[in-house]
């Protein structure tokens, strides 16, 4: 039985009763950005706030993010407050408000120089500067301020996201210990060689063990914290009970696979909007039958590219006979470009699909087309359901929310997924096709099989994708959440 909307509402309604029910992230769901003279919300390319969105507007309450948009601060109410979304506003967002050099140190430097390289298992070697420690420090603190603000007197359900905020709940419960806190961890937890080169990793240990749930997508990176606590804090660890107790209190570490609103999708996905968006994507690349190919990514080294792109390489120069009969298309949304790895991977990524392009191109016909902008959700929609194949070859990703997209949109039950077995998603989806990314020679002959595969066998493969994202849908891993927090005693 697949979870709704109504269910998590009914449940949230029995389950938290007055609570105040706050989620907390550093990525803010909409964003408000000048464009000319004029204000346009955009929703970021974002797995977890893609996610939370729809269980926010089941739920309601307050959603307290970091507002990076250039109009955000025009737009909010003085408490930085606006009802979202924009059309059929149903909960708040409250903005907190970094300088410059906050975002540096906190977003740009300790999240996504130190954390996400330490996290993901991509080669890329984390850099640790204790000025940035010292500032994603004071940020927690900024964002503990503003949600116990928005907590005020009242009884708290706090929803922590992801590594920006590791100390957020220990701050929170310093002032207010009758908040109930839980908190996702919506990347990989390393094993304990890996992480142990952090040089505050017993702080951020410590400030995680201030919630009374932590949850990851998969058990593997469960244990992977559990042993992480044992070796490195003073704490005693039950693995039977998967729970870690320090200085009197204990965090449960449970696996809570995310996932996307499969029926929002499906529904979006019928769209005369989106039929329009498929036909001028025909007109404008003039597609006539050639096998389309996907890959939808932020433009982040852990998300496989270049691999991507040898594979396909390979498959051209293995298979002539499908040269000027596959386009594929390669849509990348640009993401944190002040960091220099993330410039070194866009110019690494033009190069080769220049000379990929340059290699086999014939005529008209070119193999690759490389939109890298922000792209609307009916035009990815449409993407979606053109393709014959879409590819996620990440590196290492904690679950890969577009794998979940790509079958929720195929509404024809049609379409081949070709999913790297180092992503959370691999474990639920074992009827998309298999890759290793570093294994380029496999990697062609998946693309080969994905297209030359039989059409009843793509549509039974889809069919049981389908029906595992319906079961397994957002609601559910909302629900899973709080019923597990209820038998706390919430
Ligand atoms: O899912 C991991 C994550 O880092 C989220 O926290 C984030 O919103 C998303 O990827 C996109 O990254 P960013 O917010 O840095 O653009």
């Not at 420690?133 to 964002?143: L, S």
């Not at 922590?160 to 990347?187: C, E, G």
């Not at 690349?285 to 939808?296: H, N, P, R, V, Y």
Request: proline share 5%; charged share 25%; hydrophobic share 40%.
């Amino acid at each position: 039985m697949s979870w709704t909307k109504e269910d998590l509402q009914q449940l949230v309604k029995t389950k938290l009763a007055d609570r105040r029910f706050i989620v907390v992230s550093n990525r803010e769901p909409y964003i408000h950005i000048l464009s000319g003279d004029e204000i346009q919300c955009i929703i970021p390319a974002s797995g977890l706030t893609v996610a939370l969105d729809p269980v926010m507007q089941a739920c309601g309450g307050v959603w307290v993010a970091y507002g990076n948009g250039s109009a955000d601060r025009e737009i909010v109410d003085e408490k930085n407050r606006i009802s979202v979304p924009p059309d059929e506003p149903c909960y708040t967002l409250r903005r907190v408000w970094l300088t410059k050099e906050e975002e540096e140190g906190y977003y740009l430097g300790f999240s996504n120089e130190a954390l996400w390289p330490l996290s993901h298992i991509a080669y890329t070697p984390p850099n640790f500067d204790e000025n940035n420690w010292d500032i994603y420090k004071k940020v927690n603190q900024i964002f503990a301020d503003a949600v116990l603000e928005e907590i005020g007197d009242k009884q708290a359900f706090v929803f922590i996201q992801d590594y920006h905020l590791a100390l957020l709940s220990r701050m929170i419960k310093a002032k207010n210990p009758q908040v109930i806190t839980a908190q996702f961890w919506h990347i990989p937890w390393p094993n304990t060689e890996a992480f142990r080169i952090c040089p505050w990793g017993e702080e951020i240990l410590d400030g995680l063990l201030g919630n009374d749930l932590l949850g990851f997508h998969i058990r593997y990176h469960c244990d992977n914290f559990l042993e992480t606590a044992k070796r490195m804090l003073e704490s005693r660890v039950d693995n039977e009970r998967s729970a870690i107790s320090r200085g009197g209190r204990t965090t449960l570490v449970r696996p809570f696979p995310i996932s996307v609103d499969f029926s929002r999708i499906t529904r979006d996905a019928a769209e005369a909007e989106v039929e329009e968006e498929m036909e001028e994507i025909r007109r404008r690349w003039q597609l006539g039958d050639e096998f389309i190919g996907i890959g939808i990514d932020r433009l982040d080294y852990t998300k496989g590219i270049p691999h991507r792109l040898n594979a396909l390489n390979k498959f051209l120069a293995k298979y002539p006979e499908y040269r000027g009969r596959i386009i594929f298309f390669q849509l990348g949304e640009p993401s944190r470009v002040h960091i220099k790895k993330y410039r070194e991977l866009n110019s690494e990524i033009d190069d080769m699909v220049e000379e990929l392009n340059w290699k086999y191109q014939s005529g008209a016909w070119k193999p690759i087309v490389y939109i890298r902008e922000h792209l609307s959700p009916a035009t990815l929609l449409a993407f979606n359901k053109l393709a014959h194949f879409c590819i996620v070859s990440s590196l290492h990703d904690g679950m890969n929310l577009v794998a979940k997209e790509f079958v929720s949109s195929r509404t024809d039950e049609d379409g081949v997924l070709i999913l790297s077995r180092f992503t959370g998603a691999a474990r639920e989806l074992t009827e998309a096709l298999p890759i290793n990314p570093y294994a380029t020679d496999d990697f062609a002959e998946a693309i080969k099989r994905a297209i030359e595969m039989p059409k009843e066998q793509r549509q039974a493969r889809m069919k049981k994708l389908r029906q595992v994202v319906e079961e397994n849908n957002v609601y559910r891993w909302a629900g899973n959440i709080i019923s597990e927090l209820a038998n706390l005693g919430l």
